[in-house]
Structures are given as C-alpha cells and as structure tokens.
C-alpha cells in the first residue's frame, strides 16, 4: 500500500497523512484559486456575500486564499470521519485511524456493527458534522463584517470568501456522500436500511451492486466532463464495493468454521527435516506439487521452507546449503479454534500464504489458500452457504 504517516491524533484516534493527500492539497488549492473569479460571482448571487472580486484575485492572493479554503476543507474531512469514528466507538467499536488521502478521509474500523440501527447511525454521523461544519461556517461568515475595521480591507474580504465557500463545500460534502453508491455514507444508510427485514449478507450485496451502478455512471459522467477526480471516485466505489461484498459472502460462508475444520491435519501434512538438502527440497516440491513444508526436528516444529526460500538459495549459488539455512524460523501460526475469516484476512495484510496451526505449542495442522478456497467451493456446493447471518464484521473503507 502506499505510505502514509501519523501527524497527530485526536480523541486517542491516531490521524495520518496519506502520501497522496500531499499531492491533492495543493491541487485543490490550485482549483480553488484559478475558479475565484466564478466562485466570487457565485457566492456573491448564493449568500449576497459583497465579497470584492477585484480584491480577492489581485496578485498571489487567489492562491494563499486556495490554499487557505483547501485546508479547511480538509478540517472539515477530518470532522466527518471523527463523526462516523466517536458515534462508532460509543457502540464500542475500536477505531485504528483516521487516514486523509486522495479521495477524502478514511476512517478505519476493525469491525463492523451487527446492528443496522448501529450502521445507520455511524453512517450518518458523518453527513450530520458536516452540515454542522458547513452551518459554523456560515455563521462566522456572517459575523465576520463585525470584525471589518479591526483587520485589513484583504483579510476582511478573504475571510467572507473563505468561510462562506466552507459553509458550501461542507453542505456539499454531506450530500455528496449521501448519493447511496456503497460503500460511501449513503450506501452504507440504503445497506442498514435494506439489512431491517433480509439477511445481512443479501443486504451487501444490493447495497453493492447499486454502488457498482453508481461507480460505472459516475465514470461515464467523469470522462465526459473530464473531472479526473470523479473517475477515481468511481474506481475506487467499484473496487471497495466489490472488496467488501466478497468480505462479506466469505464471512457468511464460513460463519462457525473454523480453522480445525479445514485445515490439513498434520498426520497428513507432508514434513521435512532441517538437514534435506536445497537440491533434494526441490525434487520433492516437484514430485510432490507442494510449495511449502514445515520444518520438524525431534518432533518439534522449527521452521517452515517454501518454494521461494528454495529457489533464493538456489540464485545465490552457494554448495550444499540446507533446509536449515533457509528456512524462516519467525512462524505465523494461529489456533485451531479461530474462525476461518480471521485467517484469510491475516493472510492477505500479511501477504502469506500458509499459516502453521498450533496448539498448545504443539504443530497440529496447516492452513494455506488453497485449503481455504476448497473449503469455500465445498460450502457452497454443498448449499450451505448461508445468507442467514446478521454477525458479520469487515473492515470498512470510508468515504
Ligand atoms: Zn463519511
């Protein structure tokens, strides 16, 4: 993923910067700054503002008031994801972070509510701060003449310009993401709201198909008006409508399996010991068509050695290395008990493909990808892919 880094945090949430904020910010700034002329004469028919175009676009001035508008629109983001993440954690949902990146703010859950009632809420806080935001806007706009003889002739006209262009961005930003194309704040409301009389699992799924539809029109509509930022909004509804549907029907799926259910025991797992040679290892991976061995010495578990630590040796070149010398001893493992959901899950943010299934310090099984989409295949062969769950959790990308 890209880089992001923390700059802060606000009530125990960390807040981080995503390395492509820093390429937006001033983007938006420009935007800002080469359309004042406009958004003056709008403002001025919208608010009857008096806002003194000739003023606010002398010299520099429209880019220091661009970039000034641009920050507190990214104030106001960050309002609206703390709105989603404190309504979140008073239901006792922890949150990791709050992430300003490309497209906006992004509030990261571990989990998700079961409740709709829980979701709506969550969904909604968002949208209501920023109303609230766009409204404390308007306000200081309109107590701002009180303050015009006690400050320049520029502040006192940038000043109307800047807080009555956030009291529209913000209003704009809460029903902006009130249009139900899941997985932003309206599509998550239309999915509590669909998920009051059906199966949670089916509620996803609507919820994500009609933001599948508003991703693909939100495209068209970005391409013939040329706004490239509508085109990435509408890949990136499409792609974490689709990602978080799929979360969904896999969580559904495996609802009360778990890893002792689907993993290869270990009377049939295939071991190796520390001293086979790199040479012999690779033999066996083709004879036997397996990529990865646990490493077992005295009935002990020590390693695992897959295909890609074989073939590093192999490039390096050097003689008679062995299992031992390559094998990584940091193991993932995870208990036999835990729900199938949590390993693929910690599969794909680790980017493994296996995971060692220990108990009591005691090697019982492995579960790999593979074991993992057969188990699927048979679940939904056999019918039992249930859509009757409402206990389902995700992590939540946020508009
Ligand atoms: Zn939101």
């Known amino acids: 993923m890209w880089k992001s880094f923390r700059i802060g945090s606000l009530f125990g949430i960390p807040l981080r910067l995503d390395i492509t904020f820093l390429i937006i910010l001033p983007v938006f700034a420009w935007i800002i700054g080469a359309q004042i002329e406009i958004m003056v004469d709008i403002l001025n028919d919208f608010f009857d503002a008096g806002i003194d175009a000739t003023t606010v676009s002398e010299g520099n001035r429209p880019w220091i008031l661009g970039f000034i508008s641009a920050i507190g629109l990214f104030v106001g983001v960050v309002l609206h994801e703390l709105g989603h993440s404190l309504t979140a954690r008073r239901y006792g949902f922890p949150i990791e972070s709050i992430t300003l990146w490309l497209l906006g703010g992004v509030a990261s859950f571990r989990e998700m509510p079961e409740d709709w009632r829980q979701e709506l809420n969550i969904a909604i806080a968002g949208p209501i701060v920023s109303i609230a935001v766009g409204v404390l806007s308007y306000g200081l706009f309109l107590i701002t003449p009180e303050f015009a003889d006690s400050v320049g002739t520029v502040t006192f006209q940038g000043a109307l310009f800047v807080f009555s262009y956030l009291a529209i961005l913000n209003v704009f930003l809460a029903v902006f993401n009130m249009i139900p194309a899941f997985p932003m704040d309206g599509g998550r409301v ?102 990865g061995y646990p490493v077992m010495t005295d009935g002990r ?49 680790e980017k493994i493909g296996r995971l060692l299934v220990v108990d009591n310090d005691q090697l019982v099984g492995l579960v790999t990808r593979t074991d993992v989409m057969t188990a699927l295949e048979i679940l939904q062969r056999s019918g039992t892919m249930a859509f009757a769950t409402t206990e389902v959790s995700s992590e939540r990308p946020q508009l």
Do not use: W
């Not at 068209?220 to 990435?232: E, S, T, V």
């Not at 890949?235 to 399996?257: D, T």
């Not at 073939?311 to 729900?339: C, F, K």
């Open 190 to 291: 239309l999915r509590a709201l669909l998920a009051r009389n059906r199966p949670y699992a089916k509620a996803t799924q609507q919820a994500a198909s009609i933001g599948r539809m508003f991703a693909i029109f939100f495209g068209i509509f970005g391409l013939l008006a040329f706004n490239i930022i509508l085109i990435a909004i509408a890949f990136f509804i499409y792609i974490a409508a689709s990602g978080e549907e799929r979360h969904v029907m896999l969580k559904a799926a495996f609802e009360g399996v778990t890893i002792g259910d689907i993993m290869t025991p270990k009377d049939r797992l295939r071991l190796v010991e520390p001293s086979l040679t790199i040479d012999e290892l690779i033999q066996r991976m083709f004879r036997e068509r397996h990529t």
């Open 301 to 349: 578990l020590i390693g695992l050695v897959t295909l890609a630590d074989a073939q590093q040796a192999q490039r390096s070149g050097q003689q008679g290395m062995t299992v031992e010398n390559v094998m990584s001893t940091d193991l993932e493992t995870i208990d036999p008990d835990t729900d199938v959901m949590e390993a693929i899950d910690r599969m794909q943010r």
